[in-house]
């Protein structure tokens, strides 16, 4: 895995258990959107977490949270 992305309103435990597994093998984990709207992106239902295999995609989506959290301020 490249990335994984959890929901905001994945449940507590299920975000530290991935927080742990993520920092356990160095992967970038990103708290971004919602269930429904990050299942509706990758054409599925009811999809918590998403994980990214690809490098590119996963280096681009990064950049895009990153600029989409400077432009909120």
Do not use: H, W
């Not at 970038?28 to 918590?48: C, D, H, Q, Y």
């Not at 990214?52 to 400077?70: M, P, R, S």
Request: charged content about 35%.
């Amino acid at each position: 895995m490249k990335l994984i992305i959890v929901a905001k309103d994945t449940s507590d435990k299920t975000k530290k258990e991935m927080k742990f597994t993520c920092d356990k093998y160095g992967i970038p984990l990103i708290i971004f959107g919602n269930i429904e709207v990050n299942s509706r992106s990758i054409g599925k239902n009811n999809r918590a977490i998403i994980g990214i295999c690809d490098d590119g995609l996963a280096k681009k989506f990064q950049e895009l949270v990153k600029t989409e959290i400077t432009e909120d301020k």
